[in-house]
């Protein structure tokens, strides 16, 4: 039988790994692969697994002479070339359900800091200092909460909202598909425009595609409530920065919480250093469980894949 090479990019759970290898496939582990590295060497290999770090871009697909599948341990594709593999018979495949609890726990976690200044807080305390008549917060419950994008993580933010008794207004570009869940929440479904006038808090849970990047700029800015709040836990790119420092620094909006940014790491600091803005380095998908999730989906789902083909 022909031997079924597979390479892992970037690290997963080990979960994963022993099922790939349970499935009698040959399994390189190269985390800090390069990218010039991973050229040089995926004319090898049947399939590979990436996170968001490695770039599959159209060069490394075209020198791909055998791969029959991409597998991304996480949601988003943009690091991915899925247009060139489509046309090059490569199926591309994620885990879209694995890291949803992690990211909605999360964005909850950046609301309440916001909120309450936690971070602020807490540095503060640290150096010493007792600013307690500085940090007068806000509650959450009867605030309104914006979501833009409702799949499984929009979903899973607008339930533990309603925990928090917060009123919940969502806007998606395929909201029939999605009102089922809209309902089920008590949210209502409102316009972009609509959602951002009347958000206290505007989350985002979108994937980043050619009609998402800076969907959130000057404009759409100038349309939040004054003193609400931003947060962005799905891909840098949907959000302008240079907008976004503006209204922080006009006192437009009251804070804003990112854990994805337009170039990561961050080479400008001049956003995240803000004292207005709560800043984690990416980290959504970073639990155990979640991680753990995704390895064993993106596993299994090459399993089958690999194992069809091999006939």
């Not at 990436?50 to 791909?64: D, G």
């Not at 602020?120 to 007068?136: F, P, S």
């Not at 990561?264 to 803000?274: A, F, I, K, V």
């Amino acid at each position: 039988m022909e031997e079924v090479r597979v390479l892992i990019c970037d690290p997963i759970h080990e979960d994963g790994v022993r099922k790939l290898r349970e499935a009698g496939f040959t399994v390189d582990e190269r985390p800090d692969i390069t990218g010039e590295e991973l050229l040089r060497v995926i004319g090898d290999y049947d399939a590979i697994v990436v996170r968001s770090r490695t770039k599959v871009r159209a060069e490394v697909l075209r020198a791909a002479k055998r791969l029959k599948v991409v597998a991304r341990a996480g949601v988003g594709l943009d690091n991915i070339d899925v247009k060139e593999a489509e046309a090059r018979g490569i199926r591309v495949v994620n885990s879209p359900g694995g890291p949803s609890i992690a990211v909605a726990e999360l964005t909850l976690g950046l609301m309440l800091s916001l909120a309450r200044s936690i971070p602020l807080a807490d540095r503060t305390m640290k150096q010493g200092e007792w600013i307690k008549k500085r940090l007068r917060g806000r509650e959450l419950r009867g605030k309104t909460l914006g979501i833009i994008g409702f799949g499984r993580i929009g979903y899973q933010v607008a339930k533990r909202a309603r925990a928090f008794e917060m009123k919940i207004l969502v806007y998606d570009v395929a909201i029939q598909r999605v009102m089922k869940y809209v309902k089920e929440v008590g949210g209502e479904a409102v316009t972009l425009k609509e959602l951002l006038r009347r958000s206290d808090f505007v989350t985002l849970h979108v994937p980043l595609l050619p009609q998402t990047r800076h969907m959130i700029s000057e404009r759409e800015l100038s349309m939040m409530k004054d003193g609400a709040y931003l947060i962005n836990t799905s891909r840098g790119g949907v959000v302008d920065e240079e907008a976004l420092k503006e209204a922080l620094r006009s006192g437009k909006l009251a804070g804003a919480a990112l854990d994805v940014y337009e170039t990561e790491p961050p080479e400008d600091t001049s956003l995240t250093g803000m004292d207005k803005v709560v800043c984690t380095p990416h980290i959504g998908a970073q639990t155990e469980e979640a991680q753990r999730a995704n390895a064993v989906i993106v596993a299994e789902k090459l399993i089958e894949i690999l194992k069809e083909k091999r006939g």
